[in-house]
Nanobody, 124 residues
Framework: EVQLVESGGGLVQAGGSLRLSCAAS????????IGWFRQAPGKEREGVSC????????FYVNSVLGRFTISSDNAKKTVYLQMNSLKPEDTAVYYC?????????????????WGQGTQVTVSS
């Protein structure tokens, strides 16, 4: 029913850019908060950025603030994560998640639906 499909990952050099896409289907897009999360080997899943498509409220984890930008194209039901000035420590599998728009926050435990992930590797 609910489907989230990530794309746009790849291998880039430090300082480079990538744009991730999360295509959503099977639910009322405007009723959900969509987020980007990442998980590096040996680390827990971390909320990177979340957006409420209904009111455009955004959240960024401090480590990406000023470098990453989340945006939503409601007509396409797609959320993007523009990642600039990438660092090797950004290397991870990036997941798109969705949760019902109740409350605030970008904690992975709050999200009910997940995509399969896309690998982002930043070389030094």
């Amino acid at each position: 029913e609910v489907q989230l499909v990530e794309s746009g990952g790849g291998l880039v050099q430090a300082g480079g850019s990538l744009r991730l896409s999360c295509a959503a289907s099977g639910f009322a897009f405007d009723d959900y908060i969509i987020g980007w999360f990442r998980q590096a080997p040996g680390k827990e899943r971390e909320g990177v950025s979340c957006i409420s498509s209904s009111d455009n409220t955004r959240f960024y984890v401090n480590s990406v603030l000023g470098r990453f930008t989340i945006s939503s194209d409601n007509a396409k039901k797609t959320v993007y994560l523009q990642m600039n000035s990438l660092k090797p420590e950004d290397t991870a599998v990036y997941y798109c998640g969705a949760r019902q728009a109740a409350g605030v926050g970008c904690d992975a435990a709050m999200f009910q639906h997940w995509g399969q992930g896309t690998q982002v590797t930043v070389s030094s």
